[in-house]
């Protein structure tokens, strides 16, 4: 039971509290964030897996999360994000990340990255 909330701590560490970037436990989980957010007038996808350093905290995975979240600005509140889609007519972006499991040491984190257009949402 420590791991476990060890586990949620170092996540919540990871990826602050930020909404427009969650952590998904398990690859249902996942399909289900991604399907939520297609929903929602998501129409651009991208996948991509990084291997983490074997630190506690997962120093490169901070600073790939710190490099997107200050290119695609995934630290917006949900009004912010309300306002730059419908106001402004700016795209808005998300991520999932999931973390595989561990195989001889290797952390394998997998982002998947999706978009919201405003002209998109409207067809």
Known sequence: M???ILL???YKILLGDNKMISYSPNSRYTAQKIADKVSNGAYFYSHFS????NT???DNIQNLLKKLTDKYSLNLTARQR????NTKK??????????????????????????????????
């Open 82 to 85: 309300t306002y730059r889609l």
């Open 90 to 123: 700016e795209p808005i972006a998300d991520l999932i990340i999931q973390k595989r499991s561990s195989i001889e040491g290797v952390n394998i984190f997998d982002f998947r990255f999706l978009v919201i257009d405003y002209y998109a949402k409207e067809s």
């Open 8 to 10: 949620n701590d170092i």
């Open 56 to 58: 506690l905290f997962f």
């Open 50 to 53: 990084v291997e983490s350093d």
């Open 2 to 4: 420590k791991y476990r």
